[in-house]
C-alpha cells in the first residue's frame, strides 16, 4: 500500500478540506500541520484504506501531494527547516537515511 493509494482512495474535496482546516502558515515560512502527533513529534492522519486503518506521515503525505511521486524506500522525507510539525513542500527534500542522521546531528551541533 503505498500514500498515492490512500490519497487516490479519498474523496479529493474532503480531503483538501481535511488538510486545509488543520494547517496554519507561520511567519518563518513553515506549514504547520496540526494533528495528532507520535511519540517522536512527528504528525500524523489516520485512514481507512480499503476496510483497514493506516497511519501516513503528514509530512510524507504532503511531499506525495506536492510531488505526485511516491517517496522511495530506500530514502526518507528531511524537514530543512527543523520542524517536524512543518509540511511545507518547500521545506521538505528527499535523502538517504544516513545523510537524515548527519543532518540531524550537525543542525543541533549549530543550535
Known amino acids: 500500500m503505498t500514500i498515492r493509494s490512500i490519497i487516490e482512495a479519498q474523496p479529493k474535496q474532503r480531503l ?4 486545509e482546516k488543520n494547517t496554519a502558515r507561520m511567519a518563518c515560512g513553515c506549514i504547520e500541520y496540526k494533528g495528532a502527533t507520535n511519540n517522536s513529534g512527528y504528525r500524523k492522519l489516520n485512514f481507512r484504506h480499503n476496510g483497514e486503518h493506516v497511519q501516513v506521515y503528514a509530512h ?3 511531499f ?13 522525507v528531511d ?18 537515511p544516513e545523510t537524515n542522521s548527519r543532518l540531524v546531528h550537525s543542525r543541533a551541533r549549530a543550535a
Not at 483538501?16 to 488538510?19: C, G
Open 64 to 76: 506525495v501531494l506536492a510531488t505526485g511521486k511516491e517517496i522511495p524506500s530506500h530514502l526518507v
Open 60 to 62: 510524507r503525505l504532503f
Open 79 to 96: 524537514h530543512k527547516c527543523q520542524n517536524r510539525s512543518c509540511v511545507n513542500p518547500a521545506h521538505l527534500q528527499l535523502v538517504k
Open 16 to 19: 483538501q478540506a481535511r488538510l
